[in-house]
């Protein structure tokens, strides 16, 4: 993973949303409002919408200087160099993925509540380690739950540690001192009146 990059904060993913301009108008003010990382994800998405829609926000996270992650896809992050992929238990070796994108590439796993898992993913080259669901989630509303231990269990794997499901301002404290390096959101923020005030109160829960 890119030293440059930060490795606490908010990790933003995108809504689904199927007009690409409307999903940069909500994307955007996120951005500027401070998110560590985007993840693009659009499971209603055909190919050809994901590739317009991933080219798009490229081109904003590049001009603010955030990284852009995409979700499941390698191939579709190596052929519009992105800077990294996100990948759930059914999307492909984490092995493979680092070898097609390089040393650099910053490349997650979704680990559930397996620690197991998250052992596997880093010895195979994943940068950061996801568990949750730590909330219900509307995204996942059958997501099993994980417990808050597995954070600090984590630890010592010596990568930044992403807690995602059904997390907000209200509840993200918690976990971050549990050791959540980053809190990954999707309705928290884009589900929000204001989306730019949500990522600010998110970030406002990270100690400076």
């Given at each position: 993973m890119n030293a440059r990059w930060p490795r606490r904060g908010l990790y933003a993913i995108t809504?689904?949303?199927?007009?690409?301009?409307?999903?940069?108008?909500?994307?955007?003010?996120?951005?500027?409002?401070?998110?560590?990382?985007?993840?693009?994800r659009n499971k209603s998405?055909?190919?050809?919408?994901r590739a317009e829609q991933a080219i798009t926000l490229q081109a904003l996270c590049r001009g603010l200087g955030v990284p852009l992650i995409v979700n499941d896809d390698w191939a579709l992050a190596a052929a519009i160099g992105a800077d990294g992929v996100h990948l759930g238990s059914d999307d492909g070796e984490v092995a493979l993925a680092r070898h097609e994108l390089g040393p650099e590439a910053i490349i997650g796993a979704s680990c559930y509540a397996d620690l197991r898992l998250a052992r596997q993913a880093v010895f195979a080259g994943a940068d950061y380690v996801a568990f949750g669901?730590?909330?219900?989630?509307t995204t996942k509303p059958g997501a099993p739950p994980a417990p808050v231990s597995i954070l600090g269990e984590a630890a010592a794997l010596g990568v930044p540690r992403v807690a995602i499901g059904g997390i907000t301002p209200d509840n993200a404290a918690p976990l971050i001192a549990a050791g959540a390096d980053l809190v990954a959101v999707i309705s928290g923020l884009f589900d929000d009146p204001d989306p730019a005030a949500a990522t600010r109160a998110y970030l406002s829960l990270f100690p400076k």
């Open positions: 809504p689904d949303e199927p007009d690409t301009h409307r999903l940069l108008a909500r994307v955007e003010p996120v951005l500027r409002a401070g998110a560590t990382w985007l993840q693009y998405a055909h190919e050809d919408l669901a730590f909330h219900p989630s």
